[in-house]
């Protein structure tokens, strides 16, 4: 019985930690979403497309890239 508790307690703890990560992975989905169209509907040939999609994935690397340069950091 105590076995079953402590999983139990485990179970719940494990899920209030990952709350966080599934907010911050759904906005990151929606951005990647929107950068995908934009990138897409923006390209004038296939090739270009497709370095917009890799663009769209890499997108927050280069957004914080560029603040850290911009602020000289």
Do not use: R
């Amino acid at each position: 019985m105590s076995d079953e508790s402590n999983l139990s307690d485990h179970h719940h703890h494990h899920k209030e930690k990952g709350q966080g990560g599934n907010i911050a992975g759904g906005i990151y989905g929606m951005a990647f979403i929107g950068a995908l169209i934009y990138f897409i509907s923006h390209a004038a040939t296939f090739w270009i497309g497709v370095f917009g999609f890799v663009k769209a994935l890499f997108w927050p690397a280069f957004l914080i890239y560029h603040l850290l340069e911009f602020l000289k950091m």
